[in-house]
């Protein structure tokens, strides 16, 4: 079966500061793959997708960029850290058709 | 732009009930549709899905109901238990796109014992 990680589970980060955000994918191959925010009580804003290794789509132009350096595993970074980045971090995956996409734990990031 | 919206951010229903909770989605070309759960501080997981050449298609208590002609979409809980107190989501695939879904702000369920 299919397993989704992602780490750190909470963060707690000073503004200016860099990040580092995990995702990677057991059980499966070729998979999409995706990078949500939520703010608290808010719905799910999609950052980034990427289908393949090294192809990554941005869809909110922020201070945020995301890599794909393997098959299962997706990175979202930050040289510089806003207050505004402070949210609920969502790693999801879907196959090949792209339609039903299966969500990881989540990262809680914090920045003050 | 396209969206997809929920009528009601928040619903409070007794424990045995039945719970419906709605979604309205205004592109029409929408071919498949999926309802989320999503329980304080964890990620959302799948309930049911359906693709736009059904009406209706149910699961384990859940049932889902789709109205094309009003753009309308259902979940409907039956027998509402306290755990499925949490935020429910619809989220729509447009069908340009493979790969993007757009979720709706989601819905709070409270379930009361």
């Known amino acids: 079966s299919q397993t989704i990680h992602q780490w750190p589970a909470t963060l707690v980060q000073p503004v200016g500061s860099p990040l580092s955000l995990e995702c990677t994918v057991e059980?499966?191959?070729?998979?999409?793959l995706y990078w949500y925010r939520q703010a608290a009580g808010r719905g799910l804003q999609l950052l980034f997708y990427?289908?393949?290794?090294?192809?990554i789509s941005s869809e909110v132009p922020q201070n945020l960029s995301a890599s794909r350096p393997q098959d299962r595993q997706f990175i979202l970074s930050s040289k510089k850290l806003l207050l505004s980045d402070s949210g609920f971090y969502l790693c999801?995956?879907?196959?090949?058709?792209?339609?039903?996409?299966?969500f990881g734990p989540g990262t809680r990031l914090t920045v003050t | 732009g396209e969206s997809v919206g929920l009528h009601l951010p928040t619903l409070s229903v007794q424990e045995g009930d039945n719970s419906i909770i709605n979604c309205a989605y205004s592109n029409s070309a929408s071919d498949y549709f999926i309802w989320y759960k999503q329980e304080s501080g964890k990620g959302p997981q799948f309930i049911i899905d359906i693709r736009s050449n059904m009406d209706k298609r149910q699961g384990q208590r859940v049932t889902v109901l789709l109205n094309k002609t009003v753009k309308h979409l259902s979940l409907q809980i039956a027998a509402t238990q306290p755990g499925d107190s949490a935020v429910y989501f619809c989220a729509e695939n447009s069908g340009g796109s493979n790969y993007k879904l757009t979720f709706g702000k989601g819905t709070l369920l409270t379930v009361n014992p």
């Open positions: 059980g499966t191959s070729n998979p999409n």
């Open positions: 990427s289908v393949g290794i090294g192809q």
């Open positions: 999801a995956w879907s196959d090949g058709s792209g339609y039903e996409q299966y």
